[in-house]
């Protein structure tokens, strides 16, 4: 049915029949990949929501193989499965990712761009040549400025490459201190996720 494993998470409020609850999809960093579901809880979504029970999401959070990277079709295709299973909104699905999952969230906005809500890649590389796809798309992008592993000027780019197409609704948080974790303050925040509950995905 689908290729990937993945953890779920159903809020306290979740029902089958009442009203269709948001979803949101996390993607996790490389350093979370492997055959253990339970190394995906170690940042983000998958973490709060186990002190969480009243998340106002249904959390799914897929893990991909060692060496391997997040493959857009295949999560698109855990979507569909999701969204004919679970009582969920389908106009407001929200994608966020750190690093890997990062660069992850940008090439699924890329190749699905009308699926969405709004999406938050964090510290992750995309192609600023393939932003003209999603410019309607509610982005909110967050990098570390002392960031090594994946330099600030990645996220910088498809900012400026954004803007340039004439996108109108983009956020970009620069953490002056912050190395390449930038994905803790980040999930820690509060106003993210009120961010995404504000947003319905509009038919284009």
Known sequence: ??????????????????????????LHGSGERGDDLERV???GPPKLVASRPDFPFVVVSPQVRPTRRFDAAALLDLLDHLQA???VDRKRTAVTGLSMGGAGTWELAWAYPNRFAAIAPICGAGDPAKTGRFT??????????KDETIPIKRTEMMIEALKAAGAGNVRFTVYADAGHDSWT????????????LSHTRTSH
């Open 1 to 26: 049915l689908h290729s990937c494993r993945y953890l779920l998470f159903l809020p306290r409020s979740y029902s089958a029949k009442g009203k269709p609850a948001p979803l949101l999809l996390f």
């Open 136 to 145: 309607h798309l509610p982005i909110w992008a967050f990098h570390g400025e």
């Open 185 to 196: 303050e980040t999930y820690g925040n509060p106003e993210l996720y009120e961010w995404f």
């Open 41 to 43: 809880k170690q940042h």
């Open 85 to 87: 299973t679970y009582n």
